[in-house]
């Protein structure tokens, strides 16, 4: 079981973001990043470590192709990494745990550093809305950020069509936002992460809470903000 001791006031505090994908997680992660937290993207970590073709690149690059779930040995060891270079109080799992086996292996990561679990916020969306938004989504193959063509918020839409707004690297889709395998990744979720939703529901019921992806994106992350102003 996740550790979350409130009492404890040594520990860093977690939060743990979960929904579909093209639900606008990342985005809306992104958003929180600038409050002091420190996001894990999970998705974007593994696609970093396939487009950088790095040994382990090339041993999640079949799993992302085929639009699997990445084994979580494979996981963890992206995860950890990112976490051994922040010194945030605040972490943030974007997209994370994704399957039952995922949550003893978050318990893990909690366990190995210090880790607190405070909030627990799930996206719910609808399939043919995130196949549109992914659709329209690019990321920077320099500096990883990520854009979206159709996005309502300025800063996320390229100035400048293929083009990175912040490095002026050149903007590519990522193989796995493809039309068929969106619908192959939803039926994953359904499949592989529905449960792990329902499990948090029944371990942590007051601790999380649902979130429709089409509300507005800033009215969002206001109340998610609110919610983790007093655990930051």
């Not at 079981?1 to 997680?25: W, Y």
């Not at 690297?169 to 592989?192: I, Y």
């Amino acid at each position: 079981m996740l550790q979350n001791n409130a009492g404890d006031t040594e520990q860093k505090r977690a939060a743990i973001l979960i929904g579909p994908a093209g639900s606008g997680k990342t985005t809306l992660a992104r958003g929180l990043a600038a409050d002091g937290v420190c996001v894990i993207e999970t998705g974007n970590l593994l696609e970093v470590e396939v487009r950088g073709d790095t040994e382990l690149g090339r041993r999640i690059k079949p799993y992302k192709v085929a639009g699997e779930l990445v084994p979580s040995e494979l996981v963890k060891k992206v995860i950890s990494a990112e976490l051994a270079r922040s010194n945030s109080r605040f972490v943030l799992f974007d997209g994370f745990p994704r399957s039952l086996d995922q949550v003893t292996m978050l318990d893990q990561l909690f366990s190995e550093n210090a880790l607190q679990l405070s909030v627990i916020i799930e996206i719910k969306a609808d399939l043919e809305k995130s196949i549109r938004r992914l659709s329209g989504r690019r990321i920077c193959s320099q500096c990883g950020t990520l854009f979206n063509l159709y996005s309502s918020i300025p800063a996320a839409v390229p100035k400048v069509e293929g083009i990175c707004n912040r490095c002026g690297g050149k903007l590519v889709q990522r193989g796995d936002d493809d039309e068929n395998l969106v619908r192959h990744r939803f039926a994953t979720f359904q499949r592989e992460t529905v449960p792990v939703i329902e499990y948090l529901e029944k371990e942590y019921p007051k601790l999380i809470y649902a979130e429709d992806a089409e509300a507005p994106l800033l009215e969002v992350q206001e109340r998610i903000r609110s919610r983790l102003h007093n655990k930051v």
